[in-house]
């Protein structure tokens, strides 16, 4: 399966086209790969929860990296970019698995517009065997030069708010075995099945026009007091443009 056109409806989301070469649909905008990738697509008609416009990428990466972190896990890399000429924002995250030990990582696309915004996400989990990578690489490395401060707290000595010491801001701790140059040493792992799928993806991925057209993403919405009353949104709902009898 190659290059798909995608039915906005059908899909629910903006996107028109996306190369699904290797996947199979399991339902509507969700995919499956023999590997145990899942590639799956989102629209959301609500103001973007991103915590700093694009421009601002140190704010944004501290603020998606204290959110991850608020869900147990660590935020591996927060990269402003463009996807099919609209501005967005790349992310690589690891979350424990809670049910059972490992890990799963997932790689993601947010495209925000001011009122909206379109989520690509590709994720996969560890299987039976965890932690075989980071610790192959902790002995090549030694345990010193393993963990560092994460990227998104400032590099700060010290406890951070909520966090721990050596400038990790809490989850999982940030190490140098997430870092892409080990990803051809272990062409299996889920990290990098996720990285390479979503770096295949993305050139392949197009927008309904309409959706590039809508008014840019300037930032989160303010904070308001009780007595303001709340702005007026779109409903939420999966639906791109729905038409007659969807």
């Given at each position: 399966m190659g290059l798909r056109n995608l039915d906005p409806v059908i899909a629910m989301t903006p996107i028109s086209?996306?190369?699904?070469?290797?996947?199979?649909?399991?339902?509507?905008?969700v995919w499956t790969d023999a590997a145990g990738l899942v590639l799956s697509v989102h629209f959301f008609?609500?103001?973007?929860?991103?915590p700093a416009p694009l421009h601002e990428p140190e704010r944004l990466g501290a603020g998606l990296a204290q959110l991850v972190t608020g869900a147990g896990g660590g935020l591996i890399e927060a990269a402003p970019g463009s996807v099919d000429g609209v501005p967005a924002v790349r992310q690589l995250v690891k979350m424990p698995l809670g049910s059972r030990p490992g890990q799963a990582f997932l790689g993601s696309w947010t495209v925000p517009r001011a009122q909206s915004s379109t989520v690509v996400k590709v994720q996969a989990a560890e299987g039976a065997t965890t932690g075989m990578r980071e610790a192959m690489i902790m002995a090549r490395v030694g345990p010193a030069e393993y963990f560092r401060p994460h990227p998104y707290a400032g590099g700060r000595p010290g406890p951070q708010a909520g966090g721990q010491p050596g400038g990790q801001p809490g989850g999982l701790p940030c190490h140098v075995g997430d870092d892409e140059r080990w990803d051809a040493q272990f062409p299996d792992h889920p990290l990098t099945l996720v990285r390479a799928a979503l770096r295949r993806i993305t050139p392949t991925i197009t927008f309904d026009d309409r959706f590039k057209a809508l008014p840019p993403?300037?930032?989160p919405a303010a904070p308001r007091s009780p007595q303001q009353s709340p702005p007026h949104l779109p409903p939420a709902r999966r639906g791109w443009f729905r038409r007659k009898g969807f």
């Open positions: 086209s996306l190369d699904l070469t290797g996947f199979t649909e399991r339902e509507p905008g008609s609500l103001i973007p929860d991103l993403f300037g930032g």
